[in-house]
């Protein structure tokens, strides 16, 4: 299993599975970027749990603004599975319990069929693109 310094502009790529966290264009706004499968089996097979927690964590960086919203960028994650869905529920909660606005921005149709099936689309606000997420 890889291991891996978080930083803020840390990015993990040793698998199928990627995740990279930067800020957005307005202060306090960062980007969760997924690429590849979010399943369990990918996700650490390139992150261990502790890392994957503490990107998830958001707290600023040096010199950073206060996290006011956090999108998570899922235009290049062809699938999620249960595990997947069940990282991005826990992060929501961790979102509203700090009173940071998630939104989960260019979902695949597979992954909306998912979420869908799931019941999740109706407590997490989706946005076509980042950019739109952003102006939301």
């Known amino acids: 299993m890889a291991t891996a310094q978080v930083s ?3 990015t993990w790529n040793s698998g199928p599975f990627c995740m990279e ?3 957005g264009r307005d202060p306090g706004t960062v ?3 997924f690429r590849g499968p979010f399943t369990l089996r990918d996700v650490y097979s390139c992150l261990e749990p502790t890392a994957l927690n503490k990107m998830l964590e958001l707290e600023p960086g040096p010199g950073e603004p206060p996290v006011v919203k956090n999108i998570l960028d899922l235009s290049e994650c062809p699938y999620v599975d249960s595990s997947g869905l069940g990282i991005i529920v826990t ?3 961790r979102c509203q319990k700090k009173g940071i606005r998630m939104i ?4 695949s149709p597979r992954v909306k069929q ?3 099936i799931t ?3 109706s407590i997490i606000t989706c946005c076509g693109s980042v950019d739109e997420a952003e102006n939301c």
């Open 8 to 10: 803020s502009w840390q």
């Open 21 to 23: 966290r930067k800020l």
């Open 31 to 33: 980007i969760l970027r």
């Open 91 to 93: 992060h929501m909660v």
């Open 104 to 107: 989960a921005a260019g979902i």
């Open 114 to 116: 998912v979420m869908q």
């Open 119 to 121: 019941k999740v689309d």
